[in-house]
Structures are given as structure tokens and as C-alpha cells.
């Protein structure tokens, strides 16, 4: 492991000054290099919030993970690896057709409500 980074989602609960978002959720995303080829690698696990009632909790959460995830990735992206792979794990407490994993897919980039963290 090169680095490592904790994503804490309590973070929401100041962006959108919402005490619904202060769950203590967590994740942790890490860069990893290949020993023998020194490819790099981005892997990442999280626990999204249980609450079924909170769908849209668990959608900024997943869209604030997966812009930590790119800030994290910039950061270690230049010359021939520009693109790095990244391996998404966790709970996510969704369904398969929830809007949660539509957002992690890439399959749904906006909602009603402005999930973009203001202040980041």
C-alpha cells in the first residue's frame, strides 16, 4: 500500500447542514502497487447507511465516495497511467435496482436533489 485515504460521510451532515446525514458511515480508499510491474491500483470499501427510509442518504454517500475516489485518483494520475483501475467493495444496503448502485454504475449522475458537495 502507497496511500490511503478514510472517507467520513458524517461530512455530508455539514454540506447539506442536515443532522439526517450524520450517520458514521465510513469508507477507506487506498492506492495499492503491483509489486513485480508497479501498476497501480485503486481499491476502495465502504459501509453505506441502513436506514431504508434514507435512500437518498445512502445516493450522497455513494456520489461523495465516488468524488473522493476521483480526487484521490488525480492525485496519483500522470503519464502512462492516466487512467487507473479502481475496485469498489462494500455494503451499500441497496437493492439491485436502487438508485444507489445506478449512481456507483455511472448509470444515473444527477437527482431531484443536488448531490454535488458544495464545499469541496
Not at 490511503?4 to 458511515?25: G, M, P, R, S, W
Not at 454517500?61 to 487512467?83: M, P, R, T, W
Request: glycine share 4%.
Amino acid at each position: 500500500m502507497i496511500d490511503q485515504e478514510n472517507v467520513c460521510f458524517n461530512d455530508l451532515a455539514k454540506i447539506y447542514e442536515d443532522k439526517k446525514f450524520k450517520t458514521n458511515n465510513t469508507a477507506t480508499v487506498c492506492l495499492l502497487v503491483h509489486r513485480e510491474t508497479g501498476r497501480k491500483m485503486i481499491v476502495s470499501s465502504s459501509h453505506l447507511h441502513w436506514n431504508p427510509k434514507l435512500e437518498y442518504v445512502r445516493m450522497a454517500q455513494a456520489h461523495y465516495l465516488l468524488f473522493k475516489i476521483s480526487k484521490f485518483a488525480e492525485k496519483y494520475s500522470q503519464g502512462a497511467e492516466k487512467d487507473i483501475p479502481v475496485i469498489l467493495g462494500g455494503d451499500f444496503n441497496s437493492h439491485p435496482d436502487s438508485g444507489v448502485l445506478d449512481i456507483i454504475l455511472g448509470q444515473k449522475e444527477e437527482t431531484n436533489n443536488d448531490l454535488s458537495p458544495r464545499s469541496q
